[in-house]
T-cell receptor, first 116, second 109 residues
């Protein structure tokens, strides 16, 4: 298993440009998440999904959009990039079911985004 | 909304010394998780605590969950250079985690 994969690893955007951060997992997890981590800080939840076709906002959703058309993929879209979106973006997944009591999350390697 | 605070922000220790990081939540937690992030890396799950007063050990690491389920701690005995990184506590469930800002552990050989 590759686990959680993210592309690209690095990206520099100009203000106003758009891009999609890709995330995929091969663990058949139903829950997926996007977090951002600013330098020296903790992670903040942007969006999450409990399954294909279902998404919901986290703590900091403004300026982002997501979709979940399959169990495996959970892309994050940035529209009209701003310098405040310079950050490291982590995708994560977890398996949750009635028989599962652990909310352990598996993280991808991250995408380092700079907006100038 | 829920807030999770961690102290200290940075901790310098000599190799072989002990290390402790503390986590406090503004609300009662159903569970608390701990993650480790190496410099330039991604968070890696260490453990989840669920029960009031729970204590779990992993080799040199001891994790505690407070009786009121609002605080937690991670203690590392006799630190090694491999322990370098940032330790995060996080509360939440299937709808996502609220992370503390982390404690950066710096070890001087």
């Amino acid at each position: 298993n590759a686990g959680v994969t993210q592309t690209p690893k690095f990206r520099i955007l100009k203000i106003g440009q758009s891009m999609t951060l890709q995330c995929a997992q091969d663990m058949n997890h139903n829950y997926m998440y996007w977090y951002r981590q600013d330098p020296g800080m903790g992670l903040k939840l942007i969006y999450y999904s409990v399954g294909a076709g279902i998404t919901d906002k986290g703590e900091v959703p403004n300026g982002y959009n997501v979709s979940r058309s399959t169990t495996e993929d959970f892309p994050l879209r940035l529209e009209l990039a701003a310098p405040s979106q310079t950050s490291v973006y982590f995708c994560a997944s977890s398996y949750s079911g009635s028989a599962v009591s652990s909310y352990e999350q598996y993280f991808g390697p991250g995408t380092r985004l700079t907006v100038t | 909304g829920q807030q999770v605070m961690q102290i200290p922000q940075y901790q310098h220790v000599q190799e072989g010394e002990d290390f402790t990081t503390y986590c406090n939540s503004s609300t009662t937690l159903s569970n608390i998780q701990w993650y480790k992030q190496r410099p330039g890396g991604h968070p890696v799950f260490l453990i989840q605590l669920v029960k009031s007063g729970e204590v779990k050990k992993q080799k040199r690491l001891t994790f505690q969950f407070g009786e009121a389920k609002k605080n937690s701690s991670l203690h590392i005995t006799a630190t090694q250079t491999t322990d370098v990184g940032t330790y995060f506590c996080a509360g939440g469930g299937a709808d996502g985690l609220t992370f503390g800002k982390g404690t950066h552990l710096i070890i001087q050989p």
